[in-house]
């Protein structure tokens, strides 16, 4: 008889960087509006990896 172990980091993981994803993006937009160009493409940067790393987070632990 298989056991399976029930795991909802993949959930919780791909939130957590969902969150920081658009954290990112208001700081881009902000960021934009105000005209501070370097701060608004560290938050870029920052959207980008925590996106890609949401769903890499996702299909790691699913």
Do not use: C, P, R
Not at 18 to 33: K, R, W, Y
């Amino acid at each position: 008889m298989e056991t399976a172990n029930s795991t909802d980091k993949g959930v919780g993981f791909s939130m957590l960087f969902g969150v920081i994803a658009v954290l990112g993006a208001v700081g881009l937009a902000v960021f934009g509006v105000t005209g501070d160009q370097l701060a608004a493409g560290w938050s870029f940067a920052v959207a980008v990896a925590a996106g890609g790393l949401s769903v890499a987070a996702y299909h790691l632990y699913s």
